[in-house]
């Protein structure tokens, strides 16, 4: 039985039902977090009327409340983007801002409300930027209270100035499946020894 739970919030610019590069690659790294017992689920953000600010609600029909329900309820955060222009995403920008607010949210202990949650990061594209924007979300997960499993970040990036895009593959490469796998693991792990021993309280 799973006793883990994770979320892939995918920021493809791409509204459903059309094929995501970005949603693939989240979805490979679900499958084997399944594998390593977790339940898992996926957003695709686009999808859903989410307002721009740094609040946790803001009015007006905002659908990020219940996105970040399943945030709180998850074990494993997938944060999965495309580099467009050498950076991430706007969505996934907006997702990090949203998720600012949650520098002054606390559990009942007074802890940041995302400690013990674990926080991967993929990335595809087909231009140069994936260590600088896995660098650019890592830090930002960090700052609102995520832990990151060592190599927590995996990037498929084509050739630059050609059109192929990860969803064109025939399969998922070794190396990126290899280190989709090692991810995974490594996250696994990280969350059952966060929900084993969580971080102090003041």
């Known amino acids: 039985m799973a006793d883990l739970t994770a979320l892939a919030l995918v920021c493809t ?10 949603e693939l690659m989240a979805q490979h ?29 803001m009015g007006d029909g905002d659908e990020w409340p219940a996105i970040r329900e399943q945030i ?15 950076h991430p995403c706007s969505v996934a920008q907006q997702v990090m ?9 606390t559990d009942d202990q007074g802890r940041p409300i995302m400690y013990g949650k674990v926080a991967t990061v993929a990335v595809v594209g ?27 970040g995996t990037y498929w990036v084509g050739e630059a100035m050609q059109t192929v895009d990860f969803i064109d593959l025939d399969k998922v490469p070794d190396p990126v499946a290899s280190t989709n796998a090692g991810l995974a693991r490594n996250a696994a792990h990280l969350a059952r ?5 969580q971080y102090p309280a003041e």
């Open 29 to 57: 790294i679900l499958d084997q977090l399944k594998g390593q017992g977790a339940d898992t689920s996926l957003v695709r953000v686009v999808d859903h009327d989410v307002k721009r600010g740094v609040l946790t609600d």
């Open 126 to 152: 087909n231009e140069d930027g994936a260590h600088k924007t896995i660098a650019d979300m890592m830090q930002g997960l960090n700052d609102v209270g995520f832990t990151l499993p060592a190599q927590g």
């Open 97 to 105: 801002e949203r998720l600012d607010a949650e520098l002054s949210e």
């Open 13 to 22: 610019l791409t509204a459903s039902p059309a094929p995501s590069s970005s």
């Open 193 to 197: 020894t966060l929900r084993a021993s």
């Open 72 to 86: 709180l309820a998850a074990d494993i955060l997938v944060l999965s983007t495309p580099i467009w222009m050498g």
